[in-house]
Every structure is written in C-alpha cells, then in structure tokens.
C-alpha cells in the first residue's frame, strides 16, 4: 500500500523567519504522525535556512514513523546523517541561491561523490534513495551504485498547464517508474505535488512513497496539520 511522507520544512521556515522557538517541527511531526504520516521528511541543507541539527537530533529520537532525511553529498551532513542514523536518506541536490530543490539529482555526472555517500550511508545502515529525474540513464546508474530506492522528480509534471505536457510529463514518469521496478528498487515520487494534481501520480502502477511537504503544510495553516496529513492519506489511497 501507497505511503505517504510528510515534508516539514517549512514549518521550520515559519520559524527561522523569526529566529524564534515556534512553531516547532517537533510538535508538527507528532501531528503529522497522528494524522497517517507513514514517515517524516527533513531537508538539512547545508544553510540551514529551515531545519535545523538539533530538529534532526530530536526527530530521530521521537518519531514513531520512519525518519526520511533529504541531505546533498557533502562532507559535513554525511558527517551528521551517519552520527543520527535516519532510516532513510534522500539524496538530492542542493544550490544555495535555489528557492526549493529544482531539478534531479545527476548522479552520472557526480559518479564518484554519490558514490562515496552511498557507500557511508549503507556502512551505517542507512536505506539510500535518490532523487532523480525521470531519466532512464539516470536510473540505470542509480541501480549500479547500489541505491535501495529512487525518488522521482515530479516538479515538471506539477508545472505541466495544458492536457498534452501533463500527458507527455505522465508517460515520462510512467516509463521511469517500469524501469525502476525492474532495476529491483522502490519507487518514490515527489515535489510540486497538490491535493489537486496527486492521484494520476499516486495511481502509477507500483509506487511506493509519495513524499509531499508545502501543499500539505499550506493547507495545514488553515485546517490543523492531523487534518490536513489524513485528507491526503486518504486521497493517495483512494
């Protein structure tokens, strides 16, 4: 069955806007929990715009769910993702001048440095996925280095306006997804996804992991984050 992780970063935004204690990530990953999350996604940047060490720290030793830390493959995170031990790191890639994560990570490109990450995180026992492109290049290499899951970007499809780019963008991850099964790994999705625009994504024969964070923050700021997280659950598994 379809799981879903809930990203809250930008609960930590809110936060960081004033370099306060609330509202805590803490607190919203409890709720995120009772609403259905089947894991909680964080994004430790390397700038710490949002998330911050210690929200990982303590995340790590509260979170009922599985703990899903996206992180880029730099020294210092890898440093603190192998001290915490989440059960599962998403890696993907990072600019500083980026407002969100735009693209897919290129791990044929980055070869060797993916590679050396990977070979960290699973000496620590840690689940490794990738956030790729649907690109089947890519996903062979994601195979050969070893990743036990690829996450699909789905920020194309989510920008997609007429009927025909979101078809086009719909049979790209449709065919990404294939070879990813056949590759032996899980499948994951997510980025730019909506209550409006989830289902044709969460219907892709096979997926295991929708990972889902401003829509669902966004609406949890008019209804309460345990609604808004089950309102989701329920669309994805309907």
Known sequence: MIELGVNIDHVATIRQARKTNEPDPIWAAAL???????????????DRRHIQDRDVRILKETC???????????????????NIVPDQATLVPEKREEITTEGGLDII?????????????????VHVSLFLDPDLEQIDMAEKLGADAVELHTGQYALARTDDAIWREL??????????????????????????????????????????????????????MQQAVREMKDLIRS
């Open 109 to 125: 490109g980055n070869r060797e440095s993916v590679q050396r990450t990977i070979e960290r995180l699973k000496e620590a026992g």
């Open 171 to 224: 049979e790209a991850l449709k065919k990404a997804s294939a070879k990813i099964h056949s590759c032996g790994m899980r499948l994951h999705a997510g980025h730019g996804l909506t209550y409006h625009n989830v289902l044709p994504i969460a219907q892709i024969e096979g997926m295991d992991e929708l990972n889902i964070g401003h829509s669902i923050i966004s609406r949890a700021v008019m209804v309460g």
């Open 32 to 46: 995120a929990e009772l609403g259905g999350a089947d894991a909680i996604t964080v994004h430790l940047r390397e």
């Open 64 to 82: 009922k769910a599985r703990l899903n830390l996206e992180m880029a493959c730099a020294s210092e995170i890898l440093d603190i993702a192998v």
